[in-house]
Each structure stands twice: as C-alpha cells, then as structure tokens.
C-alpha cells in the first residue's frame, strides 16, 4: 500500500514537473525543475528495485546532461523565450487532441493485462548483482541493438560537427 | 560464463557496410578530391550488395533475421543509395557543401534502414530507425547557410522525436502486454492468451501506427514532409523520399503482417481511413503547389497512400505488390529528381513551375525525360508506375476492397493534372528565358539508369513481380 502512494506521488509530480519544465518563461527555471523531474524519474526506478538505473539516472542525466542544458543557455543569453505567433495559435486544437488521446489511453488501459514476469525476478537480481546481470545482457543478449546504439552516437558526433563547426564559406 | 559468438553470417551485409561507412568517414581526412570519396562510396556500396546474395537466416537470438523480404528492401536501398550519389555529385558542389561527411552520413541512414527492414525485435528496430532519422535530420541541414535548409532539418528533427516517443509508447504498452519485444513471440502470446480485441493492444497499434505514418509520411501524419521536402538539398529530398518511405514499409509489413496477425481486422480498419486521407490530402493538395519540389513532397505523400493498400490487404499477393510498388517508385522519383537537379546551377534555383516552361524547346532531352517521369508517376501505360498501380489495385481488388480502389483511381485522376501541368509547361508554353543545365556525367548516368528502368519493368514487368513473389516466401 505504502509502494502505491509513493508511485502515485512520484507519477503525479513527473507529470507537474514536466509542464513546469515546458512552461517556464525563464530557461534557467526551466532547466532547474528539469533537475528535480530528473530526480523523480531517479526515485521511480528505485520502486521499481533498479537502484543502478537510478544511480545511472542521476550520474548521466542529472549530472551530465542539465550541465550541457545549462552551459546553452549560459551561452545564448537567454532571458526570455522568443515566442513566435505562427507556432503558438494552435493551442486549443492541440489541446483538444491531446485531451482525446488522454481519454483514449485511460480508457483502454482499464483492459490492461499484465504479462507473466520474466526470468530477472527481484531476488536473481539481487543474487547476481545489477551490474552483473545488465552488463551480462547487454554483451550477450542484447549485442545487436548494443552496437547499432553505439552507430547512433557515433552518427550524432558527427552530425553535431558537420551542422556546428564548419566555418561557413561566404 | 559462456556465451558462443553469435552465427554472423546473416548480418554480413550491415557489417561490411558499417565497415565501409567508417572507411569512407576516414577517406574524407585523406582525399582532397570529394568526387573521388563519392565514386568509392558508390564502388564500394555496389560489391557489398553481392554479400546480399548469400546471407539467410536468423540470428542474434532471433533479434535479426535475413530473408528474402529484407533482402527485396535491401535492394531497394542500395539502388536508392548509388542513385542518390550519382545525382549529388554535381550538385553539393553547386551548392557549395561539398563535404566528404555527406557520402558517409547517407550510408549511415542505410545501414539504420537495412537494420530496420532486418529487425524481428522490436528494440532492434527503434534502434535502427534512430539510426536511419538521425542521419537524415543531419542530412536535410546539410547546407548550413540556407535558412530553409537549416529550418527544414529543425523541423524534422522535432517532429521525427515526437513521432519516436509515440513508437516508444506503443512498444513499452505491447512489452507491458506480453513479456517480450520478439515480434513472432509477440504473435504467439497474442494468439494463446486471447488478447485479440483487448484495447490496450489496439491503443499500442494505434501508437505505432502513428510513428511508422510519420515515417512513410501518411495523413495526418504528414504535416513535415511539404517543408523538410523543399527546405532540404535535392539530392536529399530524393534521398528521403524513398529510403526513409520504404524502410518505414518494410517495419509495417513485417509488425504488422507477423506480430499482429492475429488482429488483422482491426489494423485493416485504422489504415484504411488513414490511406484515403493520405491519398486525398496528397493528391488534392499538390493541385496548388508551384514549387516543385513542394509538389513532388505532396506527390510522395499521395504514393504513400497507394502503397497503403497493399498493406491494407494483409496477404501476400498485397504484400508482394506494395514491395513492387516501392521498388518502382524509387526509379521514377529520383529519376525526377535528377531533372530538377539539373536546373539548379550557380546563382538560379530552377525549382518554380514557370522554370519548366518551354523546356522543350532549349532542353528537349531533359524535358522528354521529365515527361516520362511524370507519366510514371500518373501512372500512364507504357511506363513503370503503371504496372506498380495495376498490381496494388488488383491485390486490393482480390482481397475485397472494390470501393477502396474505386476512391484510389479517382484521386489517381486527380493526379494527373498536376503531373501532366508539369509537362504542358514544358511542351505547350514559350521559354521565358534560357535556363542553363547543370550537366554531369553522373547525373546522365543516373538518369539513363532511371529511364531504362521506367521503360523496361512498364514493357516486361513479369520479372519483378516473380522477383518479388519469390521474395516473400517464408515470410
């Protein structure tokens, strides 16, 4: 019982601070609640017994990822969102849009069904440590979509160099 | 612990050109010449496509699997990768981007299609997809000082991340539903637990519906294409317009057509109402484009639409005719393309209607070859894209959907207006001023290749739809 209170604490105050996050007017607020929605995701995993993820979500995403959030928005300069009319009259259509969807998913969701879990339970993972078990998976199960992951990076470097650093020929 | 290397032999083709992309990312450091890194690439893309001969089979656990449906769309990338560079070679120097990393990048997307045509798992494919997109986010931006260049990869890139968290959604709630990601499992489970009908499972075909329509750039999913289509570079735009598209048919084909066979009625029934919308938004809105770069992105959309309702019949005969289809319609798009390109020459863009005008009378060649390209794209015997319409709409037809080719024929009327204005322009109206051709022996050569395909598969098709046929078994 107490498990579900949490979770319906940490759900509700994702979603809060996610439209925080998209709300702001102020970029650095922006990236602040980004920090404390970070954190919630972290205490999810948690509940979920994952306390490398949560780790791994605070190092890299917390630690790693809002510092790059904040060095932008230290180098643009920005006080105030530009707010452009052409991309924000759509409001109450998307609104409506997105009211339906939430109808549709909470009412479909009632059918959910879970499946039978499967072969990590809670207590082999705790047997074989977590490190263990998801280095394990990622270098023998998971190779595949491991390597192509590494491929995305790798095309991402490249693009962030061939868009950004090329001194333009005028 | 033991874990015995994987059989790498089904994956051979990914691999080398992983390889070679690397190879030709490096090449760029050493060669001065770019041209030079542009005929290795399509050197080099052309002996990997041999090692496609050779490789069946699954592995990696059954996360990838080589067979003869993958290997059909290989095809189709690798033609849609050599043709894309021949027509670039020119180009990106006129355009002044002529950068080696643009040859390595349109390898990269190809390899994320191929790993996306390949997948059986549902992780293997996102994970290609992201490959293919962001290659191509890059791709579309790739003339730096062009605001719409720039716009149109900005553009892309945002919309092509909503559509993934849509995939993400869909494929956490079928994970969620069943316990695995594997897409025959997936089949299985569905089919054992009676989850037919459970609106949970409807809702996640609903999600990937969405993501996969992003991707092929079906109503009402398409908003993107009009703006990435003309914002971005030509060669590009070809590019796209069939890569991406096919991938994206490849992954709803096989989700669709394995992992959820046991509800086919029901993702029947959200593609129709989707494929009529594409169809009409498509062909109905390219009417009042004057760009023709513009006009050829609503044109793509309109395809789509098409190529839908080989899905839409969730058999083989379907199946085999929308894969003929998108082969098809590689050739006379690019072909396309490839005479636009040509009117794109230092200081004058060649990409509004009224440049067409009187093209027959200062460029009669580039003008008959756009007037066969046109007629392909109408779908006017005796060229490829008819036999392409004839056997999605006799596949619709067997399976029952008489009304919905009756819609497809109507709109594919329609569609003739805006392709043969193209070719009144060209042939009924006075050249207003002389536009200079951006030749090259490249671009000649990917037209002529483009053409003789038009022209050979519209006389003797039989052999592509055997190929393709061939190409399902086992599927």
């Known amino acids: 019982m107490v498990s579900i209170g949490f979770f319906i604490y940490f759900a509700f105050a994702i979603v809060v601070l996610s439209l925080l996050v998209v709300t702001r007017k102020n970029p650095v607020h922006s990236v602040l609640w980004m920090l404390?929605?970070?954190?919630?995701?972290?205490?999810?995993?948690?509940?979920?017994?994952a306390e490398f993820m949560a780790a791994i979500q605070v190092i890299v995403y917390a630690g790693g990822i809002l510092v790059l959030f904040l060095f932008v928005v230290l180098l643009m300069n920005l006080r105030e969102e530009l707010s452009i009319g052409k991309y924000t009259t759509f409001g109450p259509t998307g609104f409506t849009?997105?009211?339906?969807?939430?109808?549709?998913?909470?009412?479909?969701?009632s059918s959910f069904i879970a499946a039978p879990p499967g072969k990590y339970s809670i207590d082999l993972i705790k047997q074989e440590t977590h490190i263990k078990a998801l280095g394990k998976l990622l270098y023998t199960e998971f190779i595949y979509p491991f390597e192509v992951a590494s491929l995305i990076l790798l095309v991402a470097m490249i693009g962030a160099i061939v868009l950004a650093k090329r001194r333009l020929k005028s | 612990m033991n874990f015995p290397l994987p059989d790498l032999n089904p994956v051979m083709p990914e691999i080398l050109m992983t390889a070679f992309a690397l190879i030709v990312l490096l090449l760029d450091l050493l060669i001065k010449k770019k041209e030079a890194v542009a005929v290795i690439s399509i050197a080099g893309t052309a002996i990997i496509s041999l090692s496609l001969l050779k490789t069946t089979g699954s592995t990696f656990?059954?996360?990838?699997?080589?067979?003869?449906?993958?290997?059909?769309?290989?095809?189709?990338?690798?033609?849609?990768?050599?043709?894309?560079?021949?027509?670039?070679?020119?180009?990106?120097?006129?355009?002044?981007?002529?950068?080696?990393?643009?040859?390595?990048?349109?390898?990269?997307?190809?390899?994320?299609?191929?790993?996306?045509?390949?997948?059986?798992?549902?992780i293997t494919l996102y994970l290609g997809l992201e490959l293919m997109a962001l290659s191509t986010y890059v791709l579309a931006g790739f003339i730096r000082h062009n605001l719409?260049?720039?716009?149109?990869?900005?553009?892309?890139?945002?919309?092509?991340?909503?559509?993934s968290g849509f995939l993400l959604y869909g494929i956490s709630i079928v994970y969620g539903l069943t316990g695995t990601t594997d897409l025959r499992l997936i089949a299985t489970f569905i089919?054992?637990?009676?989850?037919?009908?459970?609106?949970?499972?409807?809702?996640?075909?609903?999600?990937?519906?969405?993501?996969?329509?992003f991707k092929i750039a079906a109503a009402p999913f398409h908003m993107w294409a009009p703006d990435v289509y003309e914002g971005a570079p030509t060669s590009i735009t070809a590019f796209m317009s069939v890569g991406p598209k096919a991938a994206?048919?490849?992954?709803?084909?096989?989700?669709?057509?394995?992992?959820?066979?046991?509800?086919?009625?029901?993702?029947?029934?959200?593609?129709?109402?989707?494929?009529?919308?594409?169809?009409?938004?498509?062909?109905?809105?390219?009417?009042?484009?004057?760009?023709?770069?513009?006009?050829?992105?609503?044109?793509?959309?309109?395809?789509?639409?098409?190529?839908?309702?080989?899905?839409?019949?969730?058999?083989?005969e379907g199946i085999s005719s929308m894969m003929n289809y998108l082969f098809i319609y590689a050739f006379m798009n690019i072909g396309a393309f490839a005479v636009i390109i040509m009117l794109r020459s230092e200081g004058i863009k060649g990409e509004d209607l009224s440049d067409y005008e009187g093209l027959s009378k200062t460029h009669p060649l580039a003008a008959a070859l756009m007037l066969i390209f046109m007629?392909?794209?109408?779908?006017?015997?005796?060229?490829?894209?008819?036999?392409?319409?004839?056997?999605?709409?006799?596949?619709?037809?067997?399976?029952g959907y008489t009304w919905l080719v009756i819609v497809a024929v109507i709109f594919s009327a329609i569609?003739?207006?805006?392709?043969?204005?193209?070719?009144?322009?060209?042939?009924?109206?006075?050249?207003?001023?002389?536009?200079?051709?951006?030749?090259?022996?490249?671009?000649?050569?990917?037209?002529?290749?483009?053409?003789?395909?038009?022209?050979?598969?519209?006389v003797f098709p039989t052999m592509l739809v055997e190929f393709a046929r061939a190409a399902l078994k086992g599927f």
């Open chain 2, 248 to 316: 994206g048919f490849a992954v709803i084909g096989r989700v669709f057509m394995i992992a959820f066979a046991a509800v086919k009625a029901d993702w029947a029934t959200i593609l129709i109402p989707i494929s009529i919308l594409t169809m009409a938004v498509g062909n109905i809105v390219a009417l009042s484009q004057t760009n023709i770069k513009r006009m050829l992105a609503y044109s793509s959309i309109a395809h789509a639409g098409y190529a839908l309702l080989g899905i839409i019949t969730a058999n083989s």
């Open chain 1, 97 to 109: 849009f997105a009211l339906g969807l939430f109808v549709a998913v909470s009412m479909s969701l």
């Open chain 1, 36 to 49: 404390l929605l970070f954190f919630h995701i972290a205490g999810l995993y948690l509940f979920l017994n």
């Open chain 2, 415 to 458: 569609s003739a207006y805006f392709y043969l204005r193209v070719v009144m322009y060209m042939y009924m109206r006075d050249p207003k001023t002389e536009l200079p051709l951006t030749t090259s022996f490249t671009n000649g050569l990917a037209l002529a290749v483009t053409t003789a395909a038009v022209l050979i598969i519209g």
């Open chain 2, 191 to 213: 089919t054992e637990r009676g989850l037919s009908g459970n609106l949970s499972l409807l809702l996640a075909i609903g999600m990937l519906t969405v993501a996969f329509g």
């Open chain 2, 148 to 163: 719409k260049s720039t716009e149109s990869a900005l553009k892309y890139f945002l919309l092509g991340a909503f559509s």
């Open chain 2, 61 to 122: 656990g059954g996360m990838y699997i080589a067979d003869g449906y993958s290997t059909f769309f290989k095809i189709i990338f690798f033609i849609n990768v050599i043709l894309t560079i021949l027509i670039s070679i020119k180009y990106i120097a006129v355009e002044r981007v002529n950068y080696g990393e643009y040859y390595s990048l349109i390898l990269f997307s190809t390899i994320g299609m191929m790993i996306m045509a390949s997948a059986s798992d549902l």
């Open chain 2, 375 to 399: 007629f392909s794209l109408t779908g006017i015997p005796p060229t490829a894209g008819f036999i392409g319409k004839l056997y999605v709409f006799m596949a619709a037809i067997n399976a």
